[in-house]
């Protein structure tokens, strides 16, 4: 990694930090059984007390993904900075952990696909699995192939409560999808296009998560692999 490239991801990851040094924030990513929601922010550096039974993911502004289960009374990041070039290293960690958990006995895991995708910010739509939005920011669905011919997106929630369909533009392998519709986190969408059908469960990034670090362990976290490869491969 360059000088200069270390910058840009330290500038990235400090612009929540107005202080010197890193940021001892945490991010609630799942909590079970505790008063807590998804996108909470917490001082790392406190102690974090969870009862038997409550279980809790977090991650740092660093990249880090950090469970914790009840009964428990201490702080997620007691030393609360970490040496800035371990930022990736924790990442591709993260990354090959995810990887290894496809794997059970041979057995390949159904659902997400492995895509090298120009951004981490597009939604992929040729295969099932999950997929992760930042919250406020536009949906803009991409495709691997591009179209030379008209073919029509259908899209719908499993509970079939409302459908759409749109004409995918001619020679663009990008659909952006209209402002006033979101999709809801923890849903999941059935989409139809050329005939193939997939599904795809959507993942809301609060915008609390506000470095690049968090929200790629975010995405690992939520098995967004191909998205958080191509934001993992921005910052090196």
Same mark, same amino acid.
């Given at each position: 990694?360059? !000088? *200069? %490239?270390?910058?840009?991801? /330290? #500038?990235?990851?400090?612009? @929540?930090?107005? =202080?010197?040094?890193?940021?001892?924030? &945490?991010?609630?990513?799942?909590?079970?059984?505790?008063?807590?929601?998804?996108?909470?922010?917490? !001082? *790392? %550096?406190?102690?974090?007390? /969870? #009862?038997?039974?409550?279980? @809790?993911?977090? =991650?740092?502004?660093?990249?880090?993904? &950090?469970?914790?289960?009840?009964?428990?009374?201490?702080?997620?990041?007691?030393?609360?900075?970490?040496?800035?070039?371990?930022?990736?290293?924790?990442?591709?960690?993260?990354?090959?952990?995810?990887?290894?958990?496809?794997?059970?006995?041979?057995?390949?895991?159904?659902?997400?696909?492995?895509?090298?995708?120009?951004?981490?910010?597009?939604?992929?739509?040729?295969?099932?699995?999950?997929?992760?939005?930042?919250?406020?920011?536009?949906?803009?669905?991409?495709?691997?192939?591009?179209?030379?011919?008209?073919?029509?997106?259908?899209?719908?929630?499993?509970?079939?409560?409302?459908?759409?369909?749109?004409?995918?533009?001619?020679?663009?392998?990008?659909?952006?999808?209209?402002?006033?519709?979101?999709?809801?986190?923890?849903?999941?969408?059935?989409?139809?296009?050329?005939?193939?059908?997939?599904?795809?469960?959507?993942?809301?990034?609060?915008?609390?998560?506000?470095?690049?670090?968090?929200?790629?362990?975010?995405?690992?976290?939520?098995?967004?692999?191909?998205?958080?490869?191509?934001?993992?491969?921005?910052?090196?």
């Amino acid at each position: 990694m360059t !000088d *200069g %490239t270390l910058m840009a991801l /330290l #500038a990235s990851i400090l612009s @929540v930090c107005p =202080v010197q040094g890193w940021c001892s924030d &945490i991010f609630v990513v799942d909590a079970r059984g505790a008063d807590l929601t998804v996108g909470q922010i917490l !001082d *790392g %550096t406190k102690p974090l007390q /969870l #009862a038997v039974g409550q279980r @809790v993911t977090l =991650v740092t502004s660093d990249g880090r993904t &950090i469970k914790l289960k009840g009964p428990s009374d201490t702080p997620p990041v007691p030393e609360g900075e970490v040496n800035s070039g371990e930022v990736l290293d924790s990442l591709k960690g993260l990354m090959k952990t995810r990887e290894a958990d496809t794997f059970s006995a041979g057995i390949i895991r159904q659902g997400n696909a492995i895509v090298d995708q120009p951004s981490p910010w597009l939604v992929e739509i040729g295969h099932s699995g999950d997929r992760c939005l930042v919250d406020g920011e536009r949906t803009v669905l991409w495709r691997a192939d591009v179209p030379t011919g008209t073919n029509i997106l259908e899209i719908a929630p499993t509970d079939r409560s409302w459908s759409a369909s749109a004409p995918w533009p001619q020679w663009s392998d990008k659909l952006a999808l209209p402002s006033t519709m979101k999709l809801n986190n923890g849903q999941t969408y059935l989409l139809s296009l050329d005939a193939v059908q997939f599904s795809v469960t959507v993942h809301v990034i609060p915008q609390s998560v506000r470095s690049q670090a968090a929200k790629a362990a975010w995405m690992i976290e939520m098995g967004c692999e191909s998205q958080a490869r191509s934001l993992v491969g921005a910052l090196q």
